[in-house]
């Protein structure tokens, strides 16, 4: 069968099951059981057109999302019946959620929320571990992070600008001498902070830089004495006897290529590196440049499927999955239970919408991919689009009433008041009993 672009999704139509009722008495087994989540917020059907062709015995057919709260946790529920296959080889299941109405289009977007109204979980489940975030794979990006500004002369003169650096076409970046103590001189420094680089889960890829690689075309209008870039300390100071922070540029009319690396030892703690372009000699002179490409190597994102980042911000939970039956399908199928506290999720608001995609791979998947996911459109996994999550409102939770009776030695008549207060209870646990039978 092919890939239906539009999701068969019942969770428009589907009623909000419960009012502010907490869950209670739920086990956290992987377990389905319509008894411990009586209690639920939404029950909500999916159809998934499934690779049965391709991977029997995985089905065409309906599947359930159970979404739940108490007073501390946010409870979600996977019902797969149309995962028929019991293993676990390569197996992950995703939970990406908007807990605040955060809106957001783009991959940096989505990562400036996290713990800010954004969270997610991705189990690798044949591990029974958190999906690790970081690959072995080592990947270079190359793109321009400072401005005019950030290159300072403290001495000689800056002409051109840094657009300049980008392509070896012939336009330069400029850098002409000043008479100094008897020798004409040219100093700038200019400081990269690698984490500019990246535009999400910057720190993290920041501190897993290997190595720095820099290719720099360098000339001078003249032969000159000397021509450097020299990796300097944090204060901006250099040692000129430090070969290894040293490399000679071009001290001629002729362009000159150099290419060479910095290890990430030369980082500083704040994940930046400080250099000096500097030259001298007895006549007037001036140095350019005309490219310049400074390129970090890291390790990347352990991506799967159509997730690049397979990021989780939510570290403390509770995830179990069995295989067998449950009250929707009496076939043996796969089925998760997830707790997350909500002192994990920062911002949410149960009186809003809760935002929500679920996706994973086990190996049931759509035909032709190898993943399925339940979200606004069931084609691919896009958390970093908030219009692709589905809205559930939750309405909260009230807590529980607690009727604490009073010393009999302070108030007269208490036991009286002790009647009057046992009847009211009672009533209150009568009335939620009926509420619970309507449901």
């Not at 001495?155 to 008897?182: A, K, M, Q, W």
């Not at 002179?285 to 490219?291: E, G, H, V």
């Amino acid at each position: 069968m092919s890939l239906g672009l539009t999701p068969i999704s019942l969770s428009a139509e589907t009623p909000k099951m419960s009012g502010s009722l907490p869950m209670e008495g739920i086990t956290i087994d992987g377990v389905i059981n319509e008894t411990e989540w009586e209690d639920l917020d939404w029950k909500v059907p999916f159809y998934l057109d499934i690779d049965d062709a391709g991977n029997p015995p995985d089905t065409d057919g309906f599947n359930y999302l159970y979404l739940g709260e108490d007073l501390s946790n946010l409870y979600i529920g996977l019902d797969l019946s149309s995962d028929k296959t019991g293993g676990t080889n390569g197996e992950w299941v995703g939970v990406w959620l908007n807990t605040n109405n955060r809106t957001f289009s783009s991959y940096s977007e989505w990562g400036s929320y996290f713990d800010n109204g954004v969270e997610s979980l991705v189990y690798d489940v044949e591990r029974d571990q958190v999906w690790e975030f970081l690959s072995s794979g080592i990947g270079g990006v190359s793109s321009r992070v400072n401005d005019e500004s950030e290159y300072i002369a403290t001495y000689g003169t800056i002409n051109g600008n840094t657009t300049h650096l980008d392509n070896l076409n012939g336009v330069f970046f400029n850098i002409t001498s000043e008479f100094v103590n008897g020798y004409y001189v040219s100093r700038v420094e200019f400081t990269i902070d690698t984490l500019k680089w990246f535009g999400i889960f910057e720190e993290i890829f920041a501190s897993n830089i290997l190595w720095i690689q820099f290719q720099i075309y360098t000339k001078a209008n003249i032969s000159i004495a000397e021509h450097f870039l020299y990796l300097a300390y944090d204060d901006g100071t250099v040692n000129p006897n430090d070969l290894d922070q040293i490399r000679s540029l071009s001290t001629n009319a002729s362009l000159q290529m150099l290419q060479f690396d910095y290890g990430a030892g030369n980082l500083s703690a704040n994940n930046e590196m400080k250099f000096v372009l500097y030259a001298n000699d007895t006549s007037p002179f001036m140095t350019q440049i005309d490219s310049l490409h400074i390129v970090p190597y890291y390790n990347q994102s352990n991506g799967m499927a159509t997730v690049t980042y397979p990021y989780s911000s939510i570290n403390n939970f509770d995830i179990e999955w069995s295989f067998g039956p449950s009250f929707n399908n009496v076939s043996p199928h796969r089925m998760y239970e997830i707790r997350i506290p909500k002192n994990e999720l920062e911002h949410y608001d149960p009186d809003e919408s809760l935002g929500l995609i679920v996706g994973g791979y086990g190996t049931m998947s759509f035909p032709n991919t190898n993943y399925w996911v339940f979200s606004d459109k069931n084609i691919n996994i896009l958390a970093e689009l908030s219009s692709r999550y589905l809205y559930y409102n939750m309405q909260g939770c009230e807590e529980p009433l607690v009727i604490t009776p009073p010393s009999p030695a302070a108030i007269p008549g208490y036991q009286m008041y002790l009647l009057f207060s046992v009847i009211g209870l009672a009533s209150i646990l009568l009335i939620r009993k009926k509420y619970r039978n309507r449901n």
